[in-house]
């Protein structure tokens, strides 16, 4: 059998034109979405910080790296976001102190858990339960019985995913009570 130009090297010279123009494609897609997507997590981010801490109107990031929240010109309270290791990879958390000492809120950013177990972490019914005055030595997650002030419930089966959660919500009261209830 003889190979000729246009039974071997045509097809792969199509081919390869077909690749090139595909990813000048994706990369030109890539570049004119790559500022809206910025923008749409920016305000993702900022409604994160609203939930967490509604009664701010506007956020200044600190030099530590978390956010003041101010409401007519005061300090209302702050929002920090914390990673702690779930049983899926990373757990994303933002939560939110008011300034006299109460967590308002706590937003999971992101999580990779088990999907009817750990995922639940996402539910409000779950993430309420951190709304409570900050403890001085954090939070502590208790398993089959009803939590009182200071802990949380674990979730059914997902006990290291509730830990996470707790993890960084305490990571959070950590650098409120050090940083700025301790250095007022």
Do not use: H
């Given at each position: ?9 045509l ?13 000048l ?16 997590q ?41 990673s ?56 502590e ?21 509730s ?16 940083e ?5």
């Open positions: 059998m003889k190979f000729t130009f246009k039974d071997s090297i097809p792969a010279l199509i081919l390869t034109v077909i690749c090139a123009v595909m990813t494609a994706l990369a030109g897609t890539n570049e004119l979405t790559k500022m809206q997507i910025a923008e749409a920016l305000e993702v981010a900022r409604q994160s910080r609203m939930v967490a801490l509604p009664d701010a109107e506007e956020f200044t990031e600190t030099d530590a790296g978390y956010y003041k929240g101010m409401s007519g010109g005061s300090v209302v309270g702050y929002v920090f976001e914390i702690s290791a779930g049983y899926g990879g990373a757990v994303n958390v933002m939560t939110g102190i008011s300034a006299d000492g109460n967590i308002t809120g706590v937003v999971i950013l992101s999580q990779n858990e088990t999907p009817g177990l750990g995922a639940n972490i996402l539910k409000d019914d779950f993430t309420a339960q951190y709304k409570q005055g900050v403890p001085e030595r954090g939070l997650v208790i398993k089959n019985q009803a939590a009182g002030e200071g802990e949380i419930e674990a979730l059914t089966g997902a006990t290291v995913s830990t996470a959660v707790t993890n960084a919500v305490n990571r959070a009261v950590e650098i409120y009570n050090n700025i209830k301790g250095g007022e």
